[in-house]
């Protein structure tokens, strides 16, 4: 049900839609504008400008759409759109207010016995694709953009408003690929077997990726192709990690106990849709989810080594997770000596002798330099051969341990 609400929020958007009959896809209304049920297809024939098309005869019928029709009757009784009259392709070119020029087609297209849903709005190529009653794909583009969505026992979601999406859903996978720069382009990609993957690129600055399954994978890239961030997992916590070109690449162990929750649609649009909520004729159904945030993600490492620059680094932000959980608990037993300037532990050897002050109740990293800087341009991190580490590093509260 959460697939078929976020495409219909692509579709309440166009406005002027009207609940549909049972069975049967929702019908906008507009010259030019076609649309298809599962196992029918409809092109449109402009005077002038190529066609577009809605392609659904390699798909069949949902059941899983006549159940959830009849799950939202009993719990969103008020619900504008029912899942049936989702489960089809709607193609909405650009074109003249009478539908007889296509200035940019639109291609929408279905396939599988899943659930699906494909709607390229104002131009754009989206395909959806499912099989099996358990599995669910949905595709939504927009503004020209490329949707693709696949899925085999799972729920895909691709979004390309101007760019690339593409979502591929492996058995007990949830994967959602977030392509909006809206102009200049760009795409995102993610893969998820067993869990959740997410990529996400948009216009409001919002550049994620998120691993968290069994396997997953997720990119994001600019409009040249140049990666802009990636990840991969293996057994949840096992992952692989990089900020995007020319920054490093981290093999990390995760910290199962540090997790954080993200909008799959950037945290920068949901914080946008939240605020908007007053003022959106949107369904608050579509609200909350467009401005939730559910995305599981793993906030720091236990351990991550890089191999970049030609000798490895190790970092873990195991000390600094550990210190904040403590210190939090201690709050009660704060003194007026604990109230003053924060107190550090720090050592190097640079051929002088050590130095050391009080403790501070939040450890601060211990800092070993065969010659680096100490002060000002020092390291935030330990770093045993005198290396420069957290650049680039994809890690969460700090980084306590570097070797490099």
């Not at 649309?35 to 019928?61: F, I, N, R």
């Not at 969505?149 to 979601?157: N, V």
């Not at 920054?247 to 162990?253: M, R, S």
């Not at 680096?372 to 991190?381: F, L």
Request: hydrophobic share 45%; aromatic share 4%.
């Amino acid at each position: 049900m959460t697939l078929a609400a976020t495409s219909a929020s692509a579709a309440l958007l166009m406005g002027g839609i009207t609940a549909p009959p049972a069975n049967a896809v929702i019908d906008i209304g507009l010259p030019g504008v076609v649309s298809c049920d599962p196992g029918k297809s409809e092109s449109s024939d402009p005077l002038l400008g190529p066609e577009s098309k809605a392609d659904c005869t390699d798909a069949q019928t949902s059941v899983i759409a006549t159940i959830g029709d009849a799950i939202l009757g009993v719990v969103l009784p008020d619900f504008p759109l029912g899942l049936s009259s989702l489960n089809g392709a709607i193609a909405v070119p650009v074109q003249d207010p009478l539908g007889a020029v296509t200035l940019v087609p639109a291609f929408a297209t279905i396939s599988g016995t899943g659930y699906n849903t494909a709607l390229a709005i104002l131009g754009g190529n989206a395909t959806a694709s499912s099989d099996y009653f358990a599995s669910g794909a949905i595709a939504i583009a927009a503004l020209d953009g490329t949707a693709n969505a696949d899925a085999l026992f799972g729920g895909a979601l691709a979004l390309g408003v101007a760019g690339t999406a593409t979502a591929q859903a492996l058995p007990l996978g949830i994967a959602i690929a977030n392509a909006m720069p809206i102009i200049g382009g760009g795409s995102a990609d993610a893969t998820a077997l067993g869990g959740i993957a997410t990529a996400t690129t948009t216009i409001f600055g919002d550049r994620d990726v998120v691993c968290t399954a069994l396997y997953g994978t997720a990119s994001i890239a600019d409009e040249d192709g140049k990666s802009q961030g990636s990840c991969t997992s293996v057994l949840f916590i096992f992952q692989q990690n990089s900020a995007g070109e020319g920054e490093p690449t981290w093999y990390a162990i995760k910290n199962p106990f540090d997790v954080g929750l993200m909008s799959p649609f950037g945290d920068n649009f949901a914080d946008l849709m939240a605020g908007l909520g007053g003022v959106l004729p949107l369904p608050p159904e579509l609200i909350d989810l467009m401005a939730g945030k559910f995305v599981p993600q793993f906030q720091s490492d236990l351990v991550r080594i890089s191999f970049d620059g030609g000798s490895p680094k190790v970092e873990s932000d195991l000390p600094d997770f550990l210190g904040g959980l403590f210190g939090q608990n201690d709050t009660s037993a704060t003194t007026n000596a604990s109230a003053t300037a924060p107190e550090t532990l720090s050592a190097q050897v640079d051929g002088a002798p050590a130095t050391a002050s009080t403790v501070e109740s939040t450890p601060e990293p211990v800092v070993i330099d065969d010659g680096g800087d100490s002060g000002a341009n020092a390291p935030a991190a330990v770093d045993l051969l005198g290396g420069d580490s957290g650049a680039g590093s994809p890690g969460g509260t700090g980084d306590l341990l570097s070797i490099g």
